[in-house]
């Protein structure tokens, strides 16, 4: 019923009242949800401030392309070369220039 909510208060009423019930039952397990809940409370309520404007898409994509890119740097011998091919990647930034040309 909580992701039903539409707006931000009535979400954060519904949460609040649902952390508060669950901390009276004492129930073990569902006590440390509604606390990992409380401590993240903010960035759950986001969710009904953006008005479901955004996706979890964009951020799934990124994963796999850094995923994908960090797959490719395998053979490099240190992180800031993975970290240089990440920044290639992702900014489309041109190749650095060398003291030699090699052709």
Not at 46 to 67: D, H, I, M, P
Not at 82 to 92: D, S, V
Request: net charge positive; hydrophobic share 40%; charged share 25%.
């Amino acid at each position: 019923m909580f992701w039903e909510y539409v707006s931000p208060y009535w979400a954060e009423v519904f949460l609040d009242r649902w952390c508060t019930r669950v901390m009276i039952s004492k129930i073990e397990p569902m006590e440390k949800v509604a606390k990992t809940l409380r401590n993240h409370r903010e960035l759950i309520l986001n969710r009904f401030l953006a008005k479901k404007q955004f996706s979890s898409g964009v951020v799934e994509g990124l994963n796999t392309k850094v995923k994908l890119t960090i797959r490719k740097s395998y053979g490099f011998r240190t992180f800031k070369a993975a970290e240089i091919a990440l920044y290639h990647t992702f900014g489309k930034l041109p190749e650095p220039q060398l003291t030699r040309r090699f052709y």
